[in-house]
């Protein structure tokens, strides 16, 4: 990758990034029409609140939520070019940052379920000056591990950079929603209030269902770093195990200073068995991943169609029906279904406003990490499949990605108690292609594998 293309790469994710914080920040879109004139009274009148615990993570987002904006946009406008232009694009990009905050703002007297304070403006412009501060302090460095991630061809250092990017995610996870405290008072109160449990499986969910679901979403939280982390040639699944199991602990730790999560020992048995069975898959795929390199550089011998990776995913979208159906109480009411059908007309995100960033945060995670598995269980069937049936089949595998997740929202639709969303289709519909990707990019098939069928049938010349 040429320097021209890391800012090509920088200004799209900058941009990209720009209209995330625009539409998150005027969700859900209820505009209200004001006089100009009373507008600019009330912006001049616009308050500083006194933050309490609860109101910090919010002052922390807005914060955050400015640090990839000027980051991105610094290096898109500096990166490769010389001093002076690098300064002037400093100073641009930091006014620029100011204006759209307060800019923010402004809008948001006019959608008047948002909160507008001067708390958030300062937030949000101190966000911009540390987001120049990491692309000047980090920015080309960081440009480099990127660039890396084109350079990187064998599975293995695609696995690595993986599960490093999913340690970070995780951690960042972790440590929502952002009202940090090491003050021994609140920790003390954290623990009155039964936020500090030490009674392994103690404070479960009283439905069965519920607490088995709970229980699933952890063991599957820590199933990719520990797989990942065992495609590395020289690790052990028994090193990838105690790697993944150390990142628990430390997370779990650092959750004690995050006033409103909650810290329970619970989470270390379902760490360590998540990450067993993410070193165990590894293991497995790290040594069918070596058996076809074997065949392949070897003479290939024929073989019939594995239906064991398709049998996986029939079974997997079992699995996903009882996640997302139970206690399946179905109804079929015309005046009900009318009414349920009020979800097509949801701007995207809307739901997830209706609570907090954390709740948000946690629902995408579940949306893609429980489609995921999906995904990778079809691209793994899609590449045993032979090269001359392999187009119709992958027709098929995208169909289901597609037309999977739309059924499990329709079937919600028929559920009193579940919440049909479009935004949740499109998330679960990402969560199975990026398993379909990683899952290719792991086992190595692509273009190769048909060139090798190919030439397999071709007949000798002589």
């Known amino acids: ?18 209209a995330f914080v625009v539409y998150g920040s005027l969700v859900p879109l209820d505009f209200k029409a004001m006089p100009l004139d009373e507008a600019m009274a009330r912006f001049r009148d616009v308050p500083f609140l006194q933050l309490g615990i609860g109101s910090r993570a919010d002052w922390v987002a807005n914060l955050l939520l400015f640090i990839p904006l000027t980051f991105l946009w610094t290096g898109a406008l500096a990166y490769g070019r010389g001093v002076a232009v690098g300064i002037l694009a400093t100073l641009f990009v930091l006014a620029s940052a100011v ?43 960081w440009v480099d591990w990127y660039q890396g991630w084109h350079k990187a061809k064998a599975p ?36 009155r209030e039964g936020k500090l449990n030490l009674i392994p499986f103690g404070h479960l969910p009283g439905d069965p269902a519920y607490a088995l679901y709970e229980l699933a979403s952890d063991v599957l939280l820590w199933v990719p770093p520990a797989l990942l982390w065992r495609m590395h040639a020289g690790r052990t699944s028994l090193k990838a195990w105690q790697m993944t199991f150390a990142t628990v602990v430390v997370l779990e730790v ?46 290939p011998g024929s073989r019939g169609i594995n239906w064991l990776p398709l049998g996986l995913a029939l079974g997997w979208l079992g699995v996903l029906a009882v996640v997302f159906w139970y206690p399946f109480n179905f109804l079929t009411e015309g005046a009900f279904l009318r009414e349920r059908l009020d979800f097509l007309y949801k701007v995207p995100f809307q739901t997830y406003y209706y ?63 579940k919440f049909p969303d479009t935004t949740d289709w499109v998330l679960e519909l990402i969560g199975g292609i990026m398993g379909y990707v990683i899952a290719k990019a792991l086992t190595g098939r692509g273009s190769s594998s048909r060139r090798t069928g190919r030439l397999q049938q071709r007949p000798t010349q002589h």
Not at 118 to 127: K, M, P, R, T, Y
Not at 265 to 281: I, R, S
Not at 359 to 369: D, G, M, P, Q, S
């Open 1 to 18: 990758m040429t320097t021209g293309s890391g800012r090509a790469h920088l200004f799209w994710g900058g941009l990209f990034y720009l």
């Open 99 to 141: 204006a759209l905050c307060l800019g923010i703002e402004f809008t948001q007297l006019f959608f008047p379920q948002r909160t507008v304070s001067q708390n958030d403006i300062f937030a949000e412009a101190l966000g911009g000056f540390l987001g120049v501060v990491a692309w000047w302090s980090v920015g080309p460095r």
């Open 156 to 191: 293995t250092e695609t696995a690595e950079r993986l599960a490093w990017a999913y340690i970070v995610a995780a951690f960042a996870y972790g440590v929502l929603p952002l009202d940090l405290t090491i003050s021994g008072v609140e920790i003390f109160h954290k623990w």
């Open 254 to 299: 650092l959750q004690l200073f995050v006033y409103s999560r909650v810290s329970d020992v619970t989470d270390l048995f379902t760490g360590a068995l998540g990450a067993w069975a993410g070193a165990w898959l590894g293991g497995r795929v790290a040594g069918r991943h070596g058996a076809q390199v074997a065949t392949a550089s070897g003479r």
């Open 355 to 417: 609570g907090t960033e954390f709740r948000a945060i946690t629902e995408v995670f579940h949306k893609l990490l429980f489609f995921a598995p999906l995904g990778a269980m079809l691209a793994w069937f899609l590449g045993g499949v032979p090269w001359q049936w392999r187009t119709a089949t992958g027709i098929g595998v995208f169909i289901v990605l597609i037309f999977a997740p739309l059924g499990i929202e329709l079937g919600q639709m028929l559920l009193p108690e």
